[in-house]
């Protein structure tokens, strides 16, 4: 293999490696873009004392942990009527 032939196939490599880096580039700013819009819904996601629930015979809307305070008042009702 004379040297000229040896230059171009290290050029070629260079090459392939020039489009695998660019190429990765890519990969990268679409994952972080993705991982941006996974953040922004992750963050519109209400929270448990955000949530809001009226129960069936009530007037007012209560947390996730009024409503389970709620619940087990019932159930404790339930249970000392039996």
């Known amino acids: ?13 260079l090459k392939d490696n020039e489009e ?3 190429i990765l580039n ?11 819009q996974l953040e922004e819904a992750v963050q519109e ?6 949530t809001y629930f009226r129960p069936p015979g009530t007037e007012d809307y209560f947390t996730l ?6 619940i087990y008042e019932r159930l404790e ?3 000392n009527a039996l």
Do not use: S, W, Y
Not at 1 to 13: N, P, R, V
Not at 26 to 36: M, N, S, T, W
């Open 1 to 13: 293999m004379t040297i000229d032939e040896k230059i171009e196939e290290i050029f070629a490599c």
């Open 20 to 22: 695998a880096h660019v």
């Open 26 to 36: 890519e990969l990268v700013v679409k994952i972080g873009k993705r991982l941006q």
């Open 45 to 50: 996601v209400p929270t448990p004392d955000k």
């Open 65 to 70: 942990a009024q409503n389970l305070n709620h």
């Open 77 to 79: 009702k339930i249970e």
